[in-house]
């Protein structure tokens, strides 16, 4: 089938059949973010030495079992995919160097995509820049290109990289060795600061570093976007594709901090509480750098306080390893940020980072939009419809988008229940912060502090496009499914296939996808990943997470579509997706089934409805104000025709 192009009309998606689009979808896959050969997955030993020669042909599946997946994922009611590939699954090879069998498969996933009805934006996907720094995303021969050395990363304590962190012998979870959702502190260590930091503001920061000619800022973003631009060409002119994510959850680095600050507390110069791990300041991230050992004060969680707060001291580098290769120099200090006095460490500069010509810096403003600016200008060079899915460094809580943003741009911006990610708990029906010793009782209380935070969210996009605003996808939300010490895997393990263990994951979901209704804005869950095990140490096959809507574990049945699938009843539900008018109430009782929903009719055409058997097994009664309907039970859909423009409802029951 083709699919309409889809552009914006404000903070709506419009297709080229005038009808407004809401996108309910997932990311695909978890596991993209690893090598299928050979096998990336974080549980399995490697020192990277193979990272010129990896394949990411598989990931997120074979194609002889892509048609599968993409039926289950349609008949779940999936009309959109937020397809995950790598820097590194493009050039891994070197410099210009793409895997061009790559790019054919990749090609080949677009289409069949289209095929089964869904709209696919790319996402260029990383996690604390690369899989030698504890996440994943860049190519490995960026290090040796700028002067770092990642085989020495870890000895030197400048990375959290679980592959050396994990003991493979003993095998499952180790949460004294390799703590849930410790990853995402790299962001702070120093391999990622300096990589950030050059990637975004090299031309500020360092001017005079030059890798191959050119400052290193404009070497690194131009083999970024010369990976994307390759894999564009192989999706020019497939009508599905809406266009390309700018960057997951981009760091800023070193940008706007003062060299020597700590946040251990908020402060003058950081209204927001702390976050667990190592305080960081810049100078002992540079320190650590050229070998130098730093004493770094440990945040942890006080329950009783209800805060994160200082825990003592951690020795960093006590073996003074540097990371900066033979031959090579730190760019900062040849900037004047710092000098090295014998065995110590002396701040030249402490605004550093913050002032530049008496200007004090502006992530968003002074990099983010440039760079948001060039990914326009690269992808609609070949496509000129494409829609750009911008994000913004996640950490930065309070930044809204440039006002100078390009036109044709979405917020894709990501939101999770933090607590639940990070505890991998959800209380309910009380549901507690141990961060903030915050309390919320009932489904409410907890669905409008949801509704709350999503609205926050949605209303940062109102400054894009110049003005007019723009539509909200939320790029990433979801849950981990180990919940309780994976206490669902144990129950399905001990022989019960039903539905309680997966009581508390249901509820959660569908409190998030009740915000999401009442928001009207669209969505891509975290996600669906073909390899996922029922196994602590494996999950998606990265650093321990688990959050697939799917695992092979509980395929229990080859000719059941939703055999595998996890907490079903949590989103696998009614949603209008496309709407001749403007959509103006949507929302389902998942309790009774009964789903309401309301649009503003503007002319022609027919609104289309999912209605899954899965929330009506006995079938459904449907009445239409202002409107006649004709039912497509086997595409588990309804479509409704206004008799004339204006206000029309839909009210579907369950028998």
């Given amino acids: 089938m083709t699919l309409p192009r889809l552009q914006i009309d404000g903070e709506w998606f419009v297709g080229e059949d005038r009808r407004t689009h ?26 990277f030495s193979d990272h010129r020669t990896v394949s990411f042909i598989g990931r997120p599946f074979p194609l002889d079992e892509a048609a599968e997946h993409f039926a289950r994922l349609k008949a779940w009611g999936f009309n959109c995919l937020r397809l995950l ?59 040796e290109a700028v002067g770092l ?58 001017p005079d570093f030059m890798v191959e000619g050119r400052n290193v800022q404009d070497f690194l973003q131009e083999h970024y976007l010369g990976a994307m631009e390759a894999v564009a ?12 994510d700018s960057l997951n959850e981009p760091g800023s680095g070193y940008v706007e901090q003062r060299l020597s600050y700590r946040h251990v507390a908020p402060s003058e110069f ?24 730093r004493d770094i004060p440990d945040l942890k969680v006080d329950r009783q306080q209800g805060k994160v707060v200082p825990a003592g001291d951690v020795r960093v580098n006590g073996g003074r390893v540097p990371i900066w290769l033979d031959g090579s120099e730190c760019p900062f200090e040849r900037a004047g940020a710092y000098r ?36 326009a200008e690269r992808i609609r060079a070949i496509d000129p419809d494409w829609l750009l899915f911008a994000e913004l460094d996640a950490a930065r809580v309070g930044h809204g988008f440039p006002a100078d943003a390009p036109r044709g741009t979405v917020n894709a911006s990501h939101w999770y229940d933090v607590v639940t990610l990070s505890t991998k708990e959800f209380n309910f029906p009380v549901w507690v912060n141990p961060y903030s010793g915050r309390t919320l009782e009932g489904a409410e209380a907890i669905e409008g502090a949801y509704t709350r935070q999503l609205g926050f969210i ?82 998606d096959g990265w650093n321990q997470e688990d959050l697939s809507i799917y695992s092979v574990d509980q395929r229990g049945n080859s000719n059941d579509i939703n055999s595998g699938g996890r907490a079903l009843e949590g989103f696998v539900r009614p949603y209008a997706r496309a709407i001749a008018g403007r959509p103006l109430k949507m929302k389902f009782k998942r309790e009774t089934g009964a789903f309401r929903f309301v649009y503003e009719a503007t002319g022609e055409g027919e609104t289309e409805i999912f209605v899954p058997k899965l929330q009506y097994p006995n079938g459904f009664a449907i009445e239409v104000e202002g409107g006649d309907v004709t ?6 859909s309804v479509l409704v025709h206004a008799d004339v423009p204006g206000k029309v409802g839909i009210t579907i029951t369950r028998l």
């Avoid at 990853?183 to 702070?188: H, I, L």
């Avoid at 894009?464 to 939300?477: M, R, S, V």
């Fill in 85 to 143: 590939t790598t820097w590194e699954a493009v050039e891994h090879a070197g410099p210009v160097q793409y895997d061009e069998a790559y790019l054919d498969y990749f090609a080949t996933l677009c289409r069949m995509a289209d095929d089964h009805g869904m709209f696919v934006f790319v996402d260029f996907h990383q996690d604390v820049w690369s899989r030698m720094t504890g996440g994943d995303g860049a190519p490995g021969w960026l290090f």
């Fill in 631 to 636: 039912r497509r039970d086997e595409n588990q």
């Fill in 340 to 375: 090295l006095s014998g065995d110590s460490i002396e701040a030249v500069d402490e605004e550093f980072f913050v002032m530049r010509n008496g200007r004090k810096v502006d992530m968003e403003h002074d990099f983010m939009s440039p760079f948001f600016h060039r990914v």
């Fill in 270 to 293: 950081n209204r927001f509480p702390p976050r667990p791990g190592l305080a960081w300041s810049a100078l002992d991230g540079l320190a650590v750098a050229r070998g130098l050992t």
């Fill in 233 to 244: 060409h192989r999706l020019k002119g497939m009508s599905n594709v809406m266009g390309f």
């Fill in 458 to 539: 949605k209303e940062t996009a109102k400054t894009l496009n110049d003005g007019t605003g723009a539509p909200t996808l939320i790029g990433e939300f979801g849950i981990p499914f180990d919940l309780d010490h994976a206490a669902a895997y144990k129950a399905w393990a001990a022989g019960d296939h039903g539905p309680k263990p997966w009581e508390r994951h249901v509820i959660a979901l569908d409190l998030m996808y009740n915000a999401l209704d009442t928001l009207l804005i669209s969505s891509t869950q975290w996600n669906y990943t073909a390899s996922n095990r029922n196994d602590q140490a494996v999950g």
């Fill in 149 to 206: 050395d990642f085989t020495k990363f870890h000895a030197a304590g400048a990375a959290h990289v679980m592959q050396y962190k994990y003991d493979f012998a003993r095998g499952g979870r180790q949460e004294e060795r390799y703590p849930t959702m410790t990853w995402s502190q790299n962001y702070r260590y120093p391999a990622n600061a300096l990589m950030w930091t050059f990637f975004f503001a090299g031309r500020t920061f360092c």
């Fill in 22 to 47: 809401i996108l309910r979808g997932v990311n695909l896959g978890g596991d993209c973010k690893v090598p299928f050969t050979p096998n990336g997955h974080t549980n399995l030993p490697t020192d």
